[in-house]
């Protein structure tokens, strides 16, 4: 199925510049770096990955806020990148962003009216002022807030609130798709939840198409029907939401799933976990091969450091870049004993034996 939003080997490399009088570039972050995806209409693609991993450089590449470096974005067919600039901003009312930080996204000095109503006049929508002052009392219902809140402003919500009024102003001009960007790592748990149903009841209701970006596994694990991890500016796996958490089959994942807590005691007491060693390497310098083998626990002397893993279906839309992924699911490629021995269990009477001779 082709999707609403193609991906196709999307990189972002930004020039690093060093000198005072005359700047020379020096190097380049490779923040995102051969990324192909899809996003079918009406579904949602989780984008999840640590700190610093391009997910952020992605969603914006994809709203022509950052300059592509090479590959396509393909929105409704469209190619993005090639639209010039004035059909880019009719494009854009139909791609939009929810951010991380509410307060910072929303303008302090317009009130809630303003903010909902600035949009659509932009793109000539909801008609005249009456016609639209019925439209914005009609989206602020349906994302659970007061009529009472038109007149207000910002700083007078709750945090969750106002995230409610980024996804409103979203909404206002009628997008296909939005692209929201950590959209609950800035409120409590309790709030967490209310924000994430709120945007599947819209999905379900306006068949709404979402790439939402996350750092946290467990954000995107129920609103996702796919998940993508993200290391290093490139996808590592990419599975139906299900099957990523019933078998994550690379080893970041199932690093990054051992991090989760699990509510069951006795689940929590016997499951994986792996302790990854070493700090993330900087996009700057990304390691040459696979860009996990610095900290990778199943890591080979072959071909890890040396040759970069493909994105390869290993089973029904299930996708994951390391040589020995098969191996590492049967159990016959096992973790390294120097990067992983708490992985291993206690040493063998021969490791002691061993050890203890030298
Ligand atoms: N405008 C820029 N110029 C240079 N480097 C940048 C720029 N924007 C981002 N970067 C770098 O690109 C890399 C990816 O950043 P990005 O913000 O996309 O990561 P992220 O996955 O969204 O992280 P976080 O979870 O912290 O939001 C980082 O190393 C960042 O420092
Ligand atoms: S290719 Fe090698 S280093 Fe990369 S994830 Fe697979 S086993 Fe680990
Ligand atoms: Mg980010």
């Given amino acids: 199925m082709s999707g609403l939003l193609e991906l196709d080997d999307v990189k972002v490399h930004f020039p690093v510049r060093r000198g005072l009088l005359f700047e020379r570039t020096v190097g380049h972050v490779h923040a995102v770096d051969g990324v192909s995806l899809s996003v079918p209409a009406g579904r949602t693609y989780g984008l999840v990955g640590e700190s610093g991993c391009g997910k ?20 409704d067919g469209t190619d993005l990148a090639a639209l010039p600039a004035e059909e880019m901003r009719r494009a854009r009312r139909r791609l939009q962003m929810v951010f991380q930080d509410p307060l910072g996204s929303l303008n302090p000095r317009q009130n809630i009216e303003a903010i909902l109503t600035e949009g659509m006049a932009a793109h000539g929508l909801g008609g005249d002022r009456a016609a639209r002052g019925a439209r914005v009392a009609e989206i602020l219902e ?14 007078e919500f709750s945090g969750g609130q106002r995230q409610r009024i980024g996804i409103a102003r979203a909404l206002a001009v009628e997008p296909d798709l939005i692209i929201c960007d950590e959209p609950v790592s800035a409120l409590d748990v309790s709030i967490q939840a209310q924000v994430l149903n709120l945007l599947e009841e819209l999905q379900d209701s ?10 946290d596994l467990a954000v995107v694990r129920h609103i996702s029907d796919v998940i993508g991890v993200m290391y290093l ?13 019933a078998s994550p089959r690379h080893p970041y994942t199932r690093a990054l799933m051992s991090a989760v807590p699990v509510p069951d005691p006795a689940v929590e007491d016997t499951r994986e ?7 993330l390497p900087s996009p700057a310098a990304p390691p040459p091969g696979c860009r996990f083998h610095t900290r990778c626990p199943w890591r080979q002397p072959e071909r890890c450091a040396t040759e970069r893993p493909e994105l390869t279906e290993l089973a029904d839309g299930h996708r994951v870049a390391c040589h020995y992924a098969a191996g590492i699911a049967d159990g016959s490629i096992r973790p390294t004993a120097d990067l992983a021995p708490h992985l291993l269990g206690p040493p063998t009477a021969g490791q002691e034996a061993a050890r203890a001779a030298g």
């Fill in 56 to 75: 952020t450089t992605l969603g914006r590449a994809v709203l022509r806020l950052t300059d592509l470096t090479s590959g396509r974005v393909l929105f």
């Fill in 142 to 155: 349906r994302v659970g807030l007061p009529a009472s809140a038109l007149g207000r402003y910002p700083h």
């Fill in 206 to 215: 306006l068949g709404l198409t979402y790439l939402v970006i996350a750092h």
């Fill in 233 to 245: 500016g490139a996808l590592v796996e990419e599975a139906p939401s299900d099957a990523l958490y």
């Fill in 273 to 279: 976990r792996i302790l990854l060693r070493g700090d």
